[in-house]
């Protein structure tokens, strides 16, 4: 049965913009009736804090399983970082492991996070934008870099399947990344829009290689990469034929897709067309972060209630997210990976 279009989410994550809500805030949530909302370090200080700052998210949209995304991958990209939380080592650290104790490594992996998983929901976070599945190439911008696990297919799909069970294992969704692929990239699609001129075959039986393997996962989020191979004019979050061909088609990607954030310089136009455009495409959801009044406002203008395919992918997500809950001894956890990290 569909839910009424006036009870849906809209189609869009949203961010906030400092460690609390502010009344203008929680008026804007209400009305803008987000899926859910993601942060950054702007809001992350203290484990009480952020425990109340989640609280007051899905109170502004009155539904406690709104989705709070972060970016929690290790190394650069870690929003939670010490005194308060882990120091988690960068994916590339797994990788360089991996050459010589592909076993230790996958161990290590799935320790990493499901410690990670557990802190997460601790705070009552719920989705983790991790693993990176891009292969970075020799001439690539360093934005992937040590984010990945490696340049080997096989050996980034053993080590990002590790990711995901850790995860899933500690009641927290892991996201794919960035689908199709990144990792041809020359410049950094926060700054600029990367242009791909691979051949197909290439680009299929390697790119990507790894989103076909773990295309059951239940969140994936594009690339703002434009693959001239099957789109010469639009980056996969803008890109129709991309989404439909590529993601849904030859990856076989049946989740909930949503774009990269809508404030990368990689897109054009003002951010009402981003947002129709991403969601045109295909995207289930559109995802916005800077927490900016303004651009929110103008991304609610492109956006839309929830269609029941993407309302169906998310209630097969959190049933994902919540129908195996693996225990573990945190501290022996703990000892035992910096043992394998040694």
């Keep these: 049965m569909s839910v009424p279009e006036n009870n849906r989410p809209s189609a869009v994550v949203l961010g906030c913009a400092g460690p609390s809500l502010t009344s203008e805030e929680k008026a804007f949530f209400r009305d803008a009736n987000p899926l859910g909302f993601i942060l950054f370090a702007r809001n992350c200080e203290t484990p009480e804090q952020v425990t109340a700052l989640v609280a007051d998210l899905r109170d502004a949209v009155g539904r406690a399983d709104a989705p709070v995304l972060i970016d929690q991958e290790g190394g650069r990209v870690a929003r939670l970082r010490p005194p308060h939380w882990r120091n988690m080592p960068a994916a590339s650290r797994f990788a360089a492991l991996y050459t010589h104790a592909p076993e230790a490594a996958e161990e290590a992996v799935y320790l990493n996070n499901r410690l990670t998983a557990g802190e997460l929901c601790r705070l009552g976070i719920t989705v983790n934008c991790t693993p990176v599945l891009d292969l970075p190439q020799p001439d690539a911008d360093p934005i992937i870099g040590d984010r990945a696990f490696g340049k080997a297919p096989e050996q980034v799909v053993r080590l990002a399947e590790m990711v995901c069970k850790g995860m899933l294992d500690g009641g927290v969704a892991p996201v794919i990344k960035h689908v199709p692929g990144h990792g041809r990239a020359t410049v950094d699609s926060h700054q600029a829009l990367p242009i791909?001129?691979?051949?197909?075959?290439?680009?299929?039986?390697?790119?990507?290689?790894?989103?076909?393997?773990?295309?059951?996962?239940?969140?994936?989020?594009?690339?703002?990469?434009?693959?001239?191979?099957?789109?010469?004019?639009?980056?996969?979050?803008?890109?129709?034929?991309?989404?439909?061909?590529?993601?849904?088609?030859?990856?076989?990607?049946?989740?909930?897709?949503?774009?990269?954030?809508?404030?990368?310089?990689?897109?054009?136009?003002?951010?009402?067309?981003?947002?129709?455009?991403?969601?045109?495409?295909?995207?289930?959801?559109?995802?916005?972060?800077?927490?900016?009044?303004?651009?929110?406002?103008?991304?609610?203008?492109?956006?839309?209630?929830?269609?029941?395919?993407?309302?169906?992918?998310?209630?097969?997500?959190?049933?994902?997210?919540?129908?195996?809950?693996?225990?573990?001894?945190?501290?022996?956890?703990?000892?035992?990976?910096?043992?394998?990290?040694?």
């Design 196 to 342: 791909v001129g691979t051949d197909p075959e290439t680009l299929e039986t390697y790119d990507f290689a790894p989103f076909v393997a773990l295309s059951a996962m239940p969140w994936a989020m594009t690339a703002h990469v434009v693959y001239q191979a099957f789109d010469s004019d639009a980056p996969a979050t803008l890109s129709k034929k991309v989404v439909e061909e590529v993601i849904r088609g030859h990856i076989g990607f049946d989740g909930l897709l949503i774009s990269d954030d809508l404030s990368m310089k990689a897109l054009g136009g003002n951010f009402r067309r981003r947002a129709e455009g991403s969601l045109a495409a295909g995207c289930d959801l559109v995802l916005h972060c800077t927490g900016e009044k303004g651009e929110m406002v103008a991304v609610m203008e492109g956006c839309r209630p929830m269609t029941d395919k993407a309302l169906a992918r998310f209630a097969e997500a959190e049933r994902m997210r919540t129908e195996t809950w693996v225990p573990i001894d945190e501290k022996e956890g703990e000892a035992r990976l910096a043992e394998l990290l040694q």
